[in-house]
Every structure is written in structure tokens, then in C-alpha cells.
């Protein structure tokens, strides 16, 4: 039974930087792909960012050159470094986690477990 813990998020002005948290628990972290996707009221949930065990990267578009995922398997966490922020990436951003092996990218019918979520806004 796998459980995602985030941590980070806030308010932030436009061009500032926040980083994002989140601690994985249960089976096979380590082969789990982990990441981020965000939702923005009235919006269906995006990919944004998600990382394999083997440190394979997939980034939206939206956010490449800006974002950074990262990923300590010793500890299971996964880390998301957002720059040069703006009011767009204002949403809720969920950690996410998949089975083990099989690769999430950006597709959403691959997540098999959600964070509680945690708000990032941009002013």
C-alpha cells in the first residue's frame, strides 16, 4: 500500500521559485515512477513532471527549462524545483506515484496513487 506525503508549496511573485517535497512509503519505491501533476479549478489535472527509478525525465512543455524533478532513492522522496514562476502555474500540485516498472510520463491513466495535493500560487 503505497502512501505519498508532499511538503513546499505557498505563495510566491512572479519569477520566484518554490520547491516542492514529497516522501514515498510501501512496496517498490524504488521502482515506481514518481512526479507531479496540477490542477487548476474547472481544468482537467496535467502532467507536469515525473522521474523513473532509473532517473528517466519527462517534462511538460509548459515547464521545460524552468522545473527541475529530482529524486533521492534512498530516501524515496522526489523533489520539484520550479523557477522563474508565473501566474499560469498557479494550481494544485499532486505527487504522484505509479506501478512498479511501468513508466507514468505524463499520462494520467498510469498514476496509480495521488498525494493529498498542495497549493502553489503565483502573483
Known amino acids: 500500500h503505497v502512501q505519498l506525503v508532499e511538503s513546499g508549496g505557498g505563495s510566491v511573485q512572479a519569477g520566484g521559485s518554490l520547491r516542492l517535497s514529497c516522501t514515498g512509503s510501501g512496496g517498490g519505491m524504488h521502482v515506481r515512477d514518481m512526479g507531479w501533476f496540477r490542477q487548476v479549478p474547472g481544468r482537467e489535472r496535467e502532467g507536469v513532471a515525473t522521474i523513473s527509478g532509473g532517473g528517466s525525465i519527462t517534462y511538460a512543455d509548459s515547464v521545460k527549462g524552468r522545473f527541475t524533478i529530482s529524486r533521492d532513492g534512498g530516501k524515496n522522496t522526489v523533489y520539484l524545483q520550479m523557477n522563474s514562476l508565473n501566474v499560469e502555474d498557479t494550481a494544485t500540485y499532486y505527487c504522484?506515484?505509479?506501478?512498479?516498472?511501468?513508466?507514468?510520463?505524463?499520462?494520467?491513466?498510469?498514476?496509480?496513487?495521488w498525494g493529498q495535493g498542495t497549493q502553489v500560487t503565483v502573483s
Open positions: 504522484v506515484a505509479g506501478m512498479p516498472y511501468r513508466r507514468i510520463e505524463l499520462s494520467k491513466s498510469e498514476v496509480t496513487t
